[in-house]
């Protein structure tokens, strides 16, 4: 299964995120890391970027529990930034692998 969804919250994110955002382009991959324990979404899904270790931002809401609920339940996933909809903006596609 494919999702398409935007990368959001960077705009809160350290310097370091932002520098390591800035630095990524189309067709990069990124790693997914669920945060059930989000005080503000228990299906929030962090975005980290593979190069660096730099968490970036977190999967959109409206995006994020399909995922959230498949790495909950130990499967893989892949994530490929397809577009920029901003500068701090990428949106992705996430693989659900069975």
Same mark, same amino acid.
């Given at each position: 299964?494919?999702?398409?969804?935007?990368?959001?919250?960077?705009?809160?994110?350290?310097?370091?995120?932002?520098?390591?955002?800035? #630095?990524?382009? *189309?067709? $990069?991959?990124?790693?997914? @890391?669920?945060?059930?324990?989000?005080?503000?979404? %228990? &299906? #929030?899904?962090? *975005?980290? $970027?593979?190069?660096?270790? @730099?968490?970036?931002?977190?999967?959109?809401?409206? %995006? &994020?529990?399909?995922?959230?609920?498949?790495?909950?339940?130990?499967?893989?996933?892949?994530?490929?930034?397809?577009?920029?909809?901003?500068?701090?903006?990428?949106?992705?596609?996430?693989?659900?692998?069975?």
């Amino acid at each position: 299964m494919e999702i398409f969804a935007t990368v959001v919250g960077i705009s809160f994110r350290p310097a370091s995120a932002k520098d390591a955002m800035r #630095a990524l382009e *189309v067709g $990069d991959s990124l790693n997914l @890391e669920a945060d059930p324990e989000n005080p503000y979404d %228990s &299906n #929030a899904v962090k *975005v980290i $970027d593979p190069a660096s270790g @730099e968490f970036i931002g977190f999967i959109s809401r409206e %995006s &994020n529990s399909e995922t959230a609920e498949h790495l909950a339940n130990g499967g893989e996933v892949s994530c490929e930034i397809v577009s920029f909809l901003g500068t701090l903006k990428p949106h992705v596609r996430i693989t659900l692998h069975e």
